[in-house]
């Protein structure tokens, strides 16, 4: 025990090298938690899947510094990764949940005239769709494009004709 209270500290008054043998630790637990979590936590990129970034940070971050304790740290981030497992198996096996968590897809441009509403709910400008439509379709050329769509992750892509 004397071992660990060396390597490791306790409470808020840690040396560098505590703090370190703490990152390292909880380095290997992230790891673990993130395969748990799948890899759609860190590719789609959605809000939800924003969210065990950000928590996961957060809360990892207070073992790390000795604000909290380390086990319910780490209980903690099993739970938030356990959470998130399910509700992209829940958005995955059902439509209307993910709608409710993920929204919609949504037309910004169709048939030659962008659609103002949906840019005003969507909060972009027909700047920002241009940037997607040249990152997307590699053209700036709209008459080449069908339609332009603000993803349920936020991007924006294009269909060409």
């Not at 860190?42 to 970034?53: E, W, Y």
Request: hydrophobic share 50%.
């Amino acid at each position: 025990m004397e071992l660990l209270n060396k390597l490791f500290g306790e409470g808020k008054d840690l040396n560098a090298l505590q703090m370190s043998d703490r990152a390292a630790v909880i380095f290997v637990i992230a790891l673990i938690l993130i395969r748990i979590s799948g890899r759609r936590s860190f590719g789609v990129r959605t809000p939800l899947d924003n969210i065990i970034t950000i928590s996961l940070g957060a809360v990892m971050s207070r073992a790390i510094v000795g604000a909290s304790d380390f086990v319910p740290v780490v209980v903690c981030c099993f739970v938030i990764v356990l959470l998130h497992r399910l509700f992209g198996w829940l958005i995955a096996h059902s439509k209307a949940f993910g709608r409710f968590i993920e929204g919609d897809k949504m037309v910004l441009f169709e048939k030659g005239r962008f659609n103002q509403e949906h840019m005003k709910d969507a909060l972009v400008c027909e700047e920002d769709i241009m940037q997607g439509v040249r990152k997307s379709a590699m053209t700036e050329d709209m008459n080449k494009i069908e339609k332009v769509y603000m993803e349920r992750n936020g991007e924006i892509s294009s269909i060409k004709e």
